[in-house]
């Protein structure tokens, strides 16, 4: 047999194939071959539906829940199970999709999420930082009022804003007023140590290593940094919320350690907390996550800011499993 009848032969039981892909088979009509597509989300995507879903799940189906069990009257009796379900919903609606999605992503909790032990030292230094930044950030705020108020807010819109204002602020003296150690405690609790843990989970967790995946790390802080600001719905605060979110950010990433984040977030609310329970209702008219109450001159506001730099020097200092981090990937 010659070399085309082996060729012929080889291939006589062969179905014939088009072009376009399409197999011929003499018995039967055309097949299509399907190539199966995988396609996976990108790191940055994930992490922002990630937190948009979360927004949606905890400020309007948790807001929703809540009123529905215990109604509009934030006063009186319904003091005490607003903030149970305040808990509750963090819980459920933040640390829950949390865990969800770093098994939807395949993760491993101990890397992913930085689950180190983080130091006594770094950890120190973290509770000093914060607490200084409380004070540069006083003395910030105290700055964009009186720009706000003598030069970027007309007027006529100023007494909308000022209601608004008391709004929110009613709210909270609501849920935060502390009437004696057992309350105060309880309180702590719910607005200092479960938004710590729970938020933390959220933001410098999972969204933060979702975002270092796919972009610059001055990038990916300033984005954490930044939605968790827009995720307290309190727009005066964006700026303090943001700073504070992209140090909680980089002090995670610098020691490897998402409990740093938790402790930074733990010692700020609890700084709060412990504030407006020794100042009693004077201590109302600011947002629970915006500092200390009471006037904070520019002299104490600098020598705040030199105290935070210092404390986040020796902090760099002693955390060095980093400094393999080309300046390029900043």
């Known amino acids: 047999m010659s070399d085309a009848e082996q060729t012929d032969s080889a291939g006589a039981d062969l179905p014939a194939q088009s072009e376009t892909g399409v197999t011929r088979g003499d018995a039967g009509p055309p097949q299509l071959q399907l190539v199966p597509v995988h396609w996976e989300m990108s790191p940055v995507t994930f992490g922002l539906v990630f937190l948009i879903a979360v927004f949606f799940s905890y400020q309007l189906v948790g807001s929703l829940a809540t009123i529905a069990v215990i109604g509009f009257d934030l006063s009186g009796k319904n003091v005490q199970p607003m903030r149970l379900a305040t808990a509750i919903a963090q819980f459920l609606f933040l640390l829950g999709p949390a865990v969800v999605a770093v098994r939807l992503r395949k993760w491993k909790p101990a890397t992913a999420l930085r689950l180190h032990a983080p130091g006594l030292v770094p950890s ?11 004070f540069v950030l006083q003395g910030y705020m105290e700055a964009q009022e009186y720009i706000l108020t003598h030069y970027l807010i007309p007027p006529s819109v100023q007494p909308l804003l000022k209601k608004l204002e008391e709004l929110i602020q009613g709210m909270y003296r609501e849920l935060l007023v502390m009437r004696s150690p057992a309350e105060m405690l309880f309180v702590w609790f719910v607005v200092a140590l479960t938004p710590a843990i729970c938020e933390e989970a959220v933001f410098r967790g ?3 290593s979702a975002f270092e995946r796919g972009m610059r790390l001055r990038w990916a802080f300033l984005l954490t940094g930044s939605v968790f600001a827009v995720f307290h719905l309190y727009p005066t605060q964006f700026v303090p919320l943001a700073l504070i979110g992209v140090f909680l950010s980089v002090v995670v990433w610098r020691g490897n350690s998402l409990y740093l984040g938790i402790i930074g977030h733990l010692a700020n609310n609890s700084f709060a907390v412990v504030t407006l329970y020794l100042s009693g209702d004077a201590g109302m008219t600011k947002d629970i996550t915006a500092g200390p109450g009471g006037l904070a001159s520019a002299g104490i506001a600098l020598a705040a800011l030199a105290a935070f730099a210092l404390f986040l ?9 980093n400094d393999s981090i080309s300046p390029q990937a900043m």
């Open 124 to 134: 120190i230094l973290v509770v000093c930082g914060v607490i200084a930044l409380q």
């Open 206 to 208: 999972v969204a933060q």
């Open 313 to 321: 020097a020796l902090f760099w200092k002693a955390t060095r499993s």
